[in-house]
């Protein structure tokens, strides 16, 4: 029978559950067994597409269009697998699924309750993605705080899976902060003590226990989180403080974590595959030891919170990994520039500048600004999709004479609409999951920058956008110098390069969400080998 695993938190959100969840499915894999993860949200949004980054962090894209949370872009990169939107549940869905079918007729004669319907169609909506995925494990986080109101139809939902499933089959890990005092150094363990209980109250007793702390508990601190949470002490672990997240695996395992997961839920390791555990240490080791390193401008406008770019930030550190080179990335506000133009200069002490995604008019100035000057003093430029937008804007402008250029986003009025709405989407009103989303087949010119980076001639990349370069505007462009090395087959511009450049490239799709340690994003790749040539003084990029 599958196995589930439940992940709650305790203490203060962004603990740790989901680097936590990572974890245990890639020490289970390391074991032979598949597994899948599942992300539930208890906010009454139907998905993430709606919210802005400062609220929610990174909309993480799956192939099949879903906008989800930024754990499961955790998911795929820790366990090498493509999940999609089914792996991200939300109250939202939950009540408009129950809802639909009260309307519908499906419930006639009967009070629609949480309990049973609402947990019922959480449970379903598990069972589901366990079924249609074929895993032997399926993790299951739950989002929020343990004690948060919205999140309680969704305890009540695993508490029952205990039943139902048995518990041979059902494992509860609970993750909680255990703070240390600055004044005594003292580990503190009563909050974590109190979220334990707050979780038993609610008719779930926790099987493991792991400590999330800035370094490894002491003994006395173990000993008292299992005597208050009613554990084995061979059942508390410790996530503490490492170089990089992708080290957590290893110190969980050598804790013994791994073996007592399969002892409890009564699985047999397949196969210790120790050649998948040796790569994935070297990856750990290359990204902790590194011969040189670069600094890359992050021009953005999200740039008060680094969750708002968590897959880019991860995939130069592939990329990193794979140059030998440690990535430092300096978060600038793009309005900076538009405040004060002088601060433009800035820019020159960089070895790359990077364009990220954005949407609306405010910061676009700054962000154009920032593309010019790396255009103009041929400093290694990546944009991605509005980096994109933006740079054909900017070479409109300034190379092809196009006075007032601009995107329909940002002016409805511009004389030279280089960028508009795609047609699709004129009579759309609704704004949640209606973007060109998803993974899209790109065909790629041979003779370019784009066909060394991805050695082939066709591609799959995932998309989240509304705006596109126009058609009409595409054969100016290409005759004043822009290559568009990448283009949809149905003619949509993809990828665009300045062949005179030491690098100038930039695409409409988000490389970073298929980026993983091993295997980094080809164009991320592609930028960080540049920005690293040009420093050590060579003359021509070397792919």
Not at 153 to 178: C, D, K, S, W
Not at 512 to 527: I, M, N, T
């Amino acid at each position: 029978m599958v196995k589930y695993i439940f992940i709650t938190g305790g203490v203060l959100s962004s603990v740790g559950k989901g680097v936590v969840t990572s974890s245990v499915g890639k020490m289970l894999q390391f074991r032979g067994f598949t597994v899948t993860a599942i992300k539930i949200d208890p906010y009454v949004n139907v998905d993430a597409g709606t919210m802005n980054p400062y609220v929610h962090g990174e909309i993480f894209v799956t192939d099949d269009g879903g906008e989800t949370d930024l754990d499961l872009g955790w998911y795929e990169r820790f366990l090498d697998i493509n999940l999609s939107k089914e792996n991200n549940i939300t109250t939202g869905q939950i009540y408009q699924t129950v809802i639909e079918r009260e309307r519908r007729g499906d419930y006639l004669g009967k009070c629609v309750q949480i309990i049973p319907h609402i947990t019922d169609e959480i449970k379903r909506r598990i069972r589901m993605v366990a079924e249609r995925s074929g895993a032997d494990v399926v993790l299951t986080e739950c989002g929020g705080t343990v004690g948060d109101i919205e999140g309680l139809p969704f305890l009540e939902a695993i508490r029952q899976m205990r039943l139902e499933e048995g518990y041979e089959n059902t494992l509860y890990i609970h993750v909680a902060l255990v703070p240390i005092l600055d004044v005594t150094s003292e580990m503190k363990t009563k909050p974590l003590q109190h979220s334990v209980n707050e979780l038993r109250r609610i008719g779930i007793q926790p099987d493991i226990i792991v400590a999330r702390c800035t370094k490894m508990i002491t003994k006395e601190a173990l000993e008292k989180i299992a005597l208050f949470g009613t554990i084995p002490k061979e059942a508390v672990f410790c996530s503490y403080n490492v170089p990089t997240v992708y080290e957590v695996p290893l110190i969980l395992d050598e804790q013994g974590m791994g073996d007592y997961i399969c002892r409890r839920l009564n699985l047999m390791p397949k196969q210790i595959n120790k050649h998948e555990i040796e790569r994935w240490k070297s990856y750990v080791n290359a990204l902790k030891n590194y011969k040189y390193t670069i600094r890359v401008a992050l021009v953005g406008k999200y740039t008060g919170l680094a969750d708002s770019y968590v897959s880019m930030n991860e995939a130069f550190k592939h990329a990193g990994a794979a140059c030998n080179t440690r990535v430092i990335i300096d978060y600038i506000e793009a309005e900076t520039f538009e405040e004060n133009p002088e601060k433009i200069d800035m820019l020159k002490d960089y070895d790359g500048i990077f364009v990220p995604y954005g949407f609306g008019p405010r910061g676009a100035l700054g962000k154009m600004m920032a593309i010019q000057f790396a255009r103009e003093n041929d400093i290694p430029y990546l944009g991605i999709c509005f980096g994109f937008q933006l740079a054909v804007i900017e070479f409109a402008r300034n190379i092809c004479g196009l006075k007032d250029a601009n995107s329909t986003e940002i002016d409805e009025r511009t004389p030279h609409p280089v960028v508009d709405l795609m047609p699709e989407q004129q009579q759309i009103m609704y704004k949640g999951a209606t973007m060109r989303l998803g993974s899209q087949k790109i065909i790629i010119k041979q003779g370019t920058l784009a066909h060394k980076l991805y050695g082939t001639t066709e591609i799959y990349e995932r998309h989240r956008h509304r705006y596109e370069v126009s058609p009409k505007y595409v054969e100016i462009l290409r005759k004043h110098g822009l290559v568009f090395s990448g283009v949809s087959p149905d003619g949509r511009m993809e990828i665009l390069e300045l062949p005179d450049k030491f690098f100038f490239f930039a695409s409409q799709f988000h490389g970073e969400f298929k980026s993983r340690l091993g295997r980094p994003s080809p164009e991320y790749y592609g930028f960080v080998k540049a920005c690293l040539d040009r420093k050590i003084g060579k003359e021509k990029l070397e792919i």
